[in-house]
């Protein structure tokens, strides 16, 4: 097809699938465009950047935008509009993916905003469009004018049959006991993301150089892509970064404050300030020496507010380094003072209180009926799921003020790591056929609070009567490297986490990881230091255990008196009808009647959810009798309900809720081993006789027989009892 244009296609084989790049196509008027396809899963990328620095920032403002489009699957969309609306929590999610690895790759005070855009075009589930757009997203960026410092590759790795799997497909995935995403340069790995079913330690490092093994291909596949590209003309020449030079400046602050920054700190770690009395002392130091210096340089505020910041993390980072002393006088491999406490509130499922240091959490665990679940709307095979897990962030628990608003891409990620640490120990539907939801409010703030919520949920299972698989707590790692000189710290505080240079978090239970998220800051983390990290991790992970096991060591054996009590049954899917009627008429009489909640499955699986168990098992008893089968040649004890010349109607299952029950005809001819004359000579209207089911006519009617039911000596001795004379006495 003739274009007109200038296009550039390249592609590479990645686990079997051609993942192809094309440039110069679409979208032109971007920095960078490319129209990234993996397999038939098919994603446009754009990245574009402001010409001028945004005043007034201390940040880099960058925004990445994921973009679902539900024709991508052949869907319409939900709902009234029937159009996307706001991003799902998948989409949210994916747009972190992107974000992570991308963010420390730009130069440190680089302040354009930077836009990126991936929009799922199509979708092949078998090749995941978050990972499509993760590479496509590198591609744009390396082919635009934006000081991009990569590019970056990305990949899933799966652990199958105990064997690593790049990219599992879909039957692959549904086997595998891991799902890690790795994203990382040619030199290091600057991104880890993974769910997994208590995977070892030495397994998941074994799976990141795998992993990593292959992101490198990747990233000199999208470094020839720009080279192609430049000869085209299709790459822009990279802007020159002006930044301004301060050296003057930062000395002049350096040698006042840096050693009044230093006897501070010590001064902090000496008295053992809290989190409160910290910030307090360092702020009000800090706005001393910016309001001195503000005297001879008065248009340099935020530069001499970022310069006093980088003096503190330094100071601390030398305490850690060369004293092996953290800002709250821990060791390294310290974890904070632990306190738990279960069944806070009287009226909840479940609910679990963990305390960290000054990081507090209260996880709350409320249990439904299985039409409880989350209906998904967005590109992904799952339609439904029945465990969730949120988080709440409000301003109250670092001592802040500010409106409330729904949650932000911040409380989605980390709500979704939690959920992603849990999932592996909650029991499957046919073990506890419930729909679970832990919302974990954080009450107090100081580092992790993700993790926190881990350890908080896992208290609320096991209090709310979960059968949880193992208990799960999880833990906060950071790193400071400074050349050869390392130093892993356990249970990380907010202030520690800025000025780290790697943090990850590590979730699992007492046999391996379930969940782990890793943002390396920094190029050299080598395999040896990922070793050592995952073992302290192990160490304060297995610590933090044994506080919470103290409190509750296993899931209670009853239920909370409120949580609902589940029955659960099948029928015949053929029967369904039966129990819902026309219009859902029965169904909603059997609710009316009882106040449980009934879930009805295609295929047959009947839950009845009810708080009152006499109330489910007369639900139950209805549903029974609904649907209940007749069995040819059983006997029933059943009751006639009206009589005709040619037999009698006999209803062999009692009818409810004012429902006819289930009846069928004796024929005269079946009412007695001898010749009946009239039906009334041997039975009337309100008799209960025994019969046995004997088939069906060719309309499908009941046939019943009394005589088979009954003996031909019975009858007789019935019909003529034996006369009992009375002995005679002797002669």
């Not at 239920?559 to 015949?572: E, N, Q």
Request: charged content about 30%.
């Amino acid at each position: 097809m003739t274009t007109g244009r200038q296009i550039l296609e390249k592609e590479i084989m990645i686990a079997g699938r051609p993942l192809k790049l094309t440039a110069g196509k679409v979208a032109t008027q971007a920095s960078g465009a490319v129209l990234v396809s993996y397999g038939d899963t098919v994603v446009l990328v754009t990245a574009t950047g402001s010409k001028e620095p945004r005043e007034g920032i201390d940040f880099f403002p960058l925004t990445v935008d994921y973009e679902e489009r539900f024709y991508a699957v052949g869907k319409i969309p939900g709902g009234f509009i029937k159009r996307e609306g706001r991003p799902s929590e998948k989409a949210i999610l994916s747009a972190r993916l992107i974000d992570r690895p991308i963010r420390p790759l730009f130069p440190k005070g680089f302040k354009n905003d930077v836009h990126i855009v991936a929009t799922v075009l199509s979708v092949n589930q078998d090749n995941p469009p978050e990972i499509a757009a993760m590479n496509g997203a590198s591609a744009a960026l390396t082919l635009s004018h934006l000081p991009f410092l990569g590019p970056i590759g990305a990949v899933v790795v799966g652990l199958v049959d105990d064997e690593l799997v790049i990219n599992p497909t879909i039957e692959q995935a549904e086997k595998s006991r891991l799902h890690l995403v790795v994203a990382g340069t040619r030199d290091a790995v600057m991104m880890v993301e993974a769910g997994a079913q208590e995977v070892p330690e030495e397994i998941m490092i074994e799976a990141i150089t795998r992993g990593h093994e292959e992101v490198k291909k990747i990233v000199a596949f999208i470094e020839e892509f720009r080279e192609e590209a430049l000869n085209l003309g299709l790459a822009r020449e990279k802007m020159e970064v002006v930044l301004e030079d301060k050296e003057e400046l930062k000395e002049a602050v350096t040698a006042e404050a840096y050693p009044l920054l230093k006897e501070a700190i010590e001064k902090i770690i000496a008295e053992k300030f809290n989190k409160q009395e910290r910030d307090e002392y360092l702020e009000n130091l800090k706005k001393e020496l910016t309001t001195k210096f503000l005297e001879t340089y008065p248009e340099e505020e935020l530069t001499i507010k970022g310069i006093l910041d980088s003096i503190q993390k330094e100071i601390v980072r030398q305490k850690i380094l060369k004293e092996g002393i953290r800002i709250d006088g821990r060791k390294t491999n310290e974890v904070r003072p632990i306190w738990c406490e279960v069944g806070l509130l009287p009226r909840t499922h479940g609910s679990g209180l963990f305390t960290r240091g000054q990081t507090q959490v209260l996880s709350i665990v409320t249990l439904g009926a299985v039409g409880d679940v989350q209906i998904l709307d967005d590109l992904g095979i799952e339609e439904s799921k029945r465990f969730m897990h949120h988080y709440n962030f409000p301003p109250y628990s670092v001592g802040e003020v500010r409106p409330m608003r729904g949650p932000g891409r911040r409380e989605i990620g980390h709500g979704a790591l939690a959920e992603r640490a849990l999932e592996p120990v909650i029991p499957p539907e046919e073990v506890f056929p419930y729909t679970i939801r832990i919302v974990s409010e954080v009450l107090e703030s100081n580092g992790s609070t993700s993790m926190g919520s881990v350890c908080g949920s896992t208290l609320a299972l096991m209090d709310a009567g979960v059968p949880i698989k193992a208990p799960v707590a999880g833990v906060a790692m950071g790193l400071i490297k400074e050349g050869d000189e390392v130093a892993i710290l356990t249970d990380i505080q907010g202030i520690e986490d800025a000025l780290g240079d790697m943090d990850f978090k590590v979730a699992g239970t007492k046999d391996g990881i379930t969940a782990l998220q890793m943002d390396i800051k920094i190029a050299g983390v080598t395999r040896e230091i990922l070793t050592r990290a995952l073992a302290q991790a192990r160490e304060g992970r297995m610590h933090i255990l044994g506080k919470m096991l103290e409190v509750i060591s296993e899931p209670r054996k009853e239920l909370s008196p409120y949580a609902p009590r589940i029955i659960f049954t099948t029928v015949d899917p053929e029967k369904i009808r039966d129990i819902i009627g026309p219009g859902g008429k029965i169904i909603k009489k059997i609710i009316d009647e009882t106040g449980v909640k009934i879930d009805i499955e295609d295929d047959g699986r009947i839950f009845i959810a009810a708080v009152d168990k006499a109330a489910g098992e007369k639900a139950l008893n209805i549903i029974e009798n609904l649907t209940k089968e007749i069995e040819v040649g059983k006997v029933y004890l059943g009751k006639v309900t009206r009589i005709a010349d040619f037999g009698a109607f006999v209803e062999v299952v009692p009818g409810v809720l004012g429902l006819p029950g289930k009846e069928g005809l004796v024929h005269i001819s079946q009412l007695a081993h001898s010749r009946v004359k009239r039906v009334e000579d041997v039975v009337k209207e309100g008799d209960q006789i025994l019969v046995k089911a004997i088939g069906y006519d060719n309309q499908g009617r009941l046939k019943l027989s009394r005589k088979d039911a009954i003996p031909a000596e019975e009858e007789r001795e019935k019909k003529n009892p034996p006369i009992h004379k009375p002995r005679r006495e002797g002669r």
